[in-house]
């Protein structure tokens, strides 16, 4: 114990010496007897040895950290009724015409077979002095997962925690929600045939209401070594009734979605065509709706290109067409309809209190077709620049206000 305090007194005056040496460039001349070369060893072999005492190494795994910074820009166009919603004299003043967002996500993954964990913190704030904000966190990601099965051909995986259903289900539509829950994975390779997947589980709605959702998707990669592939997904949300009505309608999806694409190699260009169809079978006919049910959708689109190396480009275009029941506004990540009024579908709040809307005054983030296109280059392998275009219009012209909505970013991206 006093050679530990020893090393720890020596210890802070280096440090103190060194901090001292900032500010002034010439030090005092110290005691020759202090400390002798040999006690200054000994420190130093001390502190190595602690530092071994708590590296990631010694828990038998690997750490990797990575990450992102976004700089960007976004501007919006958006009408409804023929009265601008964004910016100056508009519906919402305090919604500009265009937004700068500063944004960096970390992630840090740790592997020691047969475990592992992924997790992934996003700091998304705008940017200003007056219009800006620096308080923007949010957990993207954080998981345990566990492999308890392992063959030839086949795997068998359980990961526990939580993850965006888009990050390990196919939409360009759907599945923008967080997926709070237990995810079971069986993967497996069939000569011949492809590699088929089946990924699901439950996960976790609202824990004080006792409501949890489900989700399952099955999938057969590169059928028979052609470059095809299909995915077929079911998201169950209907789960649990309420007793208010206009909840229940907010939460009625029983949504079966069929994907279908080719993927193959063109002219040295990575090329894919896809297309999926959608349709939720909890919908009923409301008067919401013109008495009818509004439970389809679907888009199709194409990418050319890869970016991973200096030079390289992407290109992704898509066309989307979504009825009003076709997907709960919450879960929605399409081009949408800008809705920069915050209005509801079903609902809207009024000083607390759940207000019904009408079939003309109806909003959410469905109701819409439109096509968007995405452009990536990379003008190094970390720097990356992207810019997106969408516009859209409303799908059903009995449901909801009239409207034009239209959105242009361009991001800077520095990957590390």
């Not at 210890?11 to 060194?18: E, G, K, N, Q, Y």
């Not at 990669?221 to 470059?227: P, Q």
């Not at 066309?319 to 081009?335: E, H, K, R, T």
């Amino acid at each position: 114990m006093k050679a530990v305090t020893k090393y720890l007194c020596l210890f802070f005056l280096l440090t103190s010496a060194c901090v001292f040496a900032i500010d002034e460039p010439i030090l005092k001349p110290r005691a020759t007897d202090a400390f002798t070369e040999e006690e200054v060893k000994e420190l130093k072999e001390w502190i190595r040895k602690k530092k071994q005492n708590v590296g990631i190494k010694s828990l038998g795994g690997d750490l990797t950290i990575s990450g992102q910074v976004r700089v960007g820009m976004d501007q919006f166009n958006e009408v409804v009724n023929n009265v601008r919603q964004v910016g100056p004299g508009s519906v919402n003043p305090a919604k500009g015409t265009r937004e700068y967002n500063v944004q960096m996500d970390l992630v840090l993954n740790y592997k020691a077979d047969p475990t592992w964990i992924a997790s992934k913190l996003k700091f998304k704030n705008k940017a200003g002095i007056d219009s800006g904000s620096d308080n923007n966190i949010a957990l993207d990601r954080a998981y345990i997962g566990a492999r308890f099965l392992q063959g030839e051909t086949y795997t068998v995986d359980v990961e526990v925690g939580r993850r965006k259903l888009n990050y390990t289900f196919d939409s360009f539509i759907q599945f923008g929600s967080y997926m709070d829950g237990i995810l079971f994975k069986y993967d497996q390779s069939i000569d011949d045939i492809g590699d088929l997947y089946l990924h699901g589980g439950p996960f976790v709605v609202n824990f004080k209401d006792d409501y949890y959702a489900y989700i399952f998707e099955l999938g057969v990669l590169n059928i028979g070594n052609t470059g095809l592939y299909t995915k077929c997904s079911y998201i169950d949300w209907d789960t649990k009734d309420f007793s208010n009505v206009l909840v229940d309608r907010q939460f009625r999806f029983k949504n079966t979605q069929l994907l279908l694409g080719y993927k193959d190699i063109w002219l040295d260009k990575v090329v894919t065509l896809y297309t999926a169809g959608l349709i939720n079978t909890a919908a009923h006919r409301l008067e919401i709706t013109n008495n009818k049910k509004a439970n389809i959708a679907w888009y199709a689109g194409f990418s050319v290109g890869e970016a991973k190396n200096q030079g390289d480009w992407s290109v992704n275009c898509n066309y989307q067409y979504v009825m009003p029941q076709a997907i709960p506004s919450f879960d929605s990540i399409g081009i949408g309809r800008g809705n920069a009024s915050k209005c509801g579908f079903y609902y809207n709040l009024v000083d607390g209190a759940r207000v019904a809307t009408t079939r003309r005054s109806a909003v959410g983030s469905t109701n819409y077709k439109g096509f968007s296109i995405s452009l990536l280059y990379l003008f190094t392998k970390n720097l990356t620049l992207s810019q997106g275009y969408s516009q859209s219009v409303r799908q059903d012209k009995a449901v909801g206000p009239v409207f034009r909505y239209k959105k242009y970013d361009v991001q800077l991206i520095y990957v590390f």
